[in-house]
């Protein structure tokens, strides 16, 4: 594959994620003919080669979690979707698919057949991303037709989201739990297989693992963690764990000198307003030590003299320039492990969960303050639309869910 396109894939992968809720997680359906069946979807096949192709399209775009699986739920839901809207006479037409493919495309600033060509030279069929745009668009239109007459938006409820300074709408949080296992020079291997055996223990396993090998300070209540909105994860790790289902853990995932694996035990929304956020503001005091009893006492008694990053500095004075880290830095700039730590935090909050060069300097990590983009509330129609869209996006989701536990479904 040619330099630039793997950097068109990557372009791919970032337009995947950043897909509205209506059209993530759908799979290519292509031609089924001469190719032994995979999946039973009611009446409708799933080929093998079919899951081949979305195996392939979905390494392309370097998705985290069981790729395999994730595949095979993505075309079970496709034909969920399809069939769903063959009931209700809904068939997208040839320009609606040309248009949606070319509307597709351009988000990574392509044309359709750019877009096709880096497909096919990833070894992805033109046909698989052509019913990939059709399942989509059939599944939108659906939407609106079955979903749209229940979704009046109200001018108070316009007025209370402008008040609040953008869009109001379902924020979705997440309940999870961590475990972090430390990479020593030589046990690199061993630590994998650490970390596919807890794996395959399931959820039933991954609160009495966490105590017994998690170095995280979150091992004692077995690798519980709080509420976490999804807007406070970095965008790296919000990929991976909204690509889980409740109980799923996901695969191991290198964290600077740790490999660190999730349990999602519940998603959750809210009435607040979805925030994005464009900046985030902390600040990591390198403390020599690691997280020997010296040290976090040391860590404890500093925690309780500052109250704000800026009092840091008193804390830093004398000291060389690097043991003080202090920048405002876009959710993508910020390395996987801070980003963690981070989103668990409010303004002013600490944590000392984090070491550095081996174990051997402790982590002080501070926020400081976090900057949203407030950029959708530009008009009361575009607030409308917003609050509409999250409002079907929810309805969709709960109708699939109704489709999938009426569904017959056999693998083959």
Do not use: H
């Not at 994998?192 to 966490?210: D, H, K, P, V």
């Not at 070491?355 to 900057?371: A, E, I």
């Not at 509409?388 to 479904?409: D, K």
């Amino acid at each position: 594959m040619t330099r630039r396109t793997e950097s068109i894939m990557r372009l791919i992968f970032r337009l995947i994620l950043s897909l509205p809720l209506l059209l993530v997680g759908f799979a290519p359906i292509a031609s089924a003919q001469g190719f032994g069946p995979a999946i039973k979807v009611n009446d409708l096949v799933v080929t093998r080669y079919e899951l081949n192709q979305r195996i392939r399209m979905l390494n392309l775009f370097n998705t985290p979690g069981d790729v395999p699986q994730v595949a095979e739920q993505q075309l079970i839901d496709d034909r969920l979707r399809l069939q769903a809207a063959r009931e209700l006479g809904i068939e997208p037409t040839q320009e609606q698919i040309a248009d949606g493919m070319q509307e597709f495309a351009a988000r990574a600033n392509l044309t359709a057949d750019q877009f096709l060509t880096a497909l096919q030279q990833g070894g992805v069929a033109a046909e698989t991303f052509r019913d990939f745009v059709r399942a989509g668009v059939a599944w939108r239109d659906l939407v609106g037709a079955r979903f749209g007459s229940k979704v009046q938006i109200t001018e108070q409820q316009i007025d209370r989201a402008i008040a609040t300074g953008g869009a109001s709408g379902a924020t979705v949080q997440v309940l999870m739990s961590e475990i972090f296992l430390p990479v020593e020079p030589g046990n690199e291997e061993a630590t994998r297989q650490l970390a596919a055996q807890i794996r395959r223990g399931g959820a039933n396993g991954f609160g009495s693992a966490a105590r017994e090998y998690s170095t995280a300070p979150t091992a004692g209540a077995g690798g519980r963690v709080n509420w976490v909105p999804v807007s406070n994860l970095a965008p790296q790790l919000r990929s991976v764990i909204l690509g889980l289902s409740p109980g799923q853990i996901s695969e191991p995932v290198e964290l600077d000198g740790q490999i660190a694996l999730f349990l999602l035990r519940a998603v959750e929304e809210t009435d607040s307003r979805a925030l994005t956020y464009t900046a985030v503001e902390y600040a990591a005091y390198y403390m020599p030590g690691g997280r020997s009893e010296q040290t976090l006492a040391q860590a404890a008694k500093i925690k309780a003299r500052v109250d704000t990053c800026d009092d840091l500095y008193g804390i830093a004075k004398g000291q060389p320039a690097e043991v003080l880290d202090r920048g405002t830095k876009s959710p993508n700039e910020i390395p996987e492990d801070i980003a963690l730590e981070l989103a668990k935090l409010d303004a002013g909050e600490v944590s000392t969960n984090l070491t550095r060069s081996n174990g051997q300097t402790l982590v002080f990590l501070m926020m400081c303050g976090r900057s949203m983009d407030l950029s959708g509330a530009v008009s009361r129609e575009g607030i409308a639309l917003d609050i509409q869209n999250r409002r079907l996006a929810s309805f969709a989701e709960g109708y699939l869910q109704q489709l999938r536990s009426e569904a017959r479904i056999i693998r083959y």
